[in-house]
């Protein structure tokens, strides 16, 4: 069992960066694939981004390459999500995710077992 939580969300001006983190409970940290999704009002949650186990691999939705980056840092159980050159259009409810079975690709949902509570990111124009 992992038990996530993050943090780091905030009000920014377009153009702006935050950096998301989603720490982890438990020893197992490592065996989990990481992901990050967001949701904003009225829409379905989308994917964002998400890491191998080992942090070898990564991806993108395609609307957020080149400016957001994830990362993990196993010794400290944690997932990192990197923003830059923030848009209106990415203010959402960001949540980070694990996955320890891979079932499914990382850009589908229902591969996540479990989810943190999500923290809000508002982009203002």
């Known amino acids: 069992q992992v038990q996530l939580v993050e943090s780091g969300g905030g009000l920014v001006q377009a153009g702006g960066s935050l950096r998301l983190s989603c720490a982890a409970s438990?020893?197992?940290?490592?065996?989990?694939?990481m992901g990050w999704f967001r949701q904003a009002p009225k829409k379905e949650r989308e994917f964002v981004a998400a890491i191998s186990w080992r942090g070898s691999t990564t991806v993108y939705e395609d609307s957020v390459k080149g400016r957001f980056t994830i990362s993990r840092d196993d010794d400290k159980n944690a997932v990192y999500l990197q923003m830059n050159s923030l848009k209106p259009e990415d203010t959402a409810v960001y949540f980070c995710?694990?996955?320890?079975?891979?079932?499914?690709?990382?850009?589908?949902?229902?591969?996540?077992?479990?989810w943190g509570q999500g923290t809000q990111v508002t982009v203002s124009s």
């Open positions: 995710a694990a996955d320890q079975r891979g079932t499914y690709p990382p850009q589908m949902p229902q591969t996540y077992t479990h």
């Open positions: 438990g020893r197992t940290f490592s065996n989990y694939r």
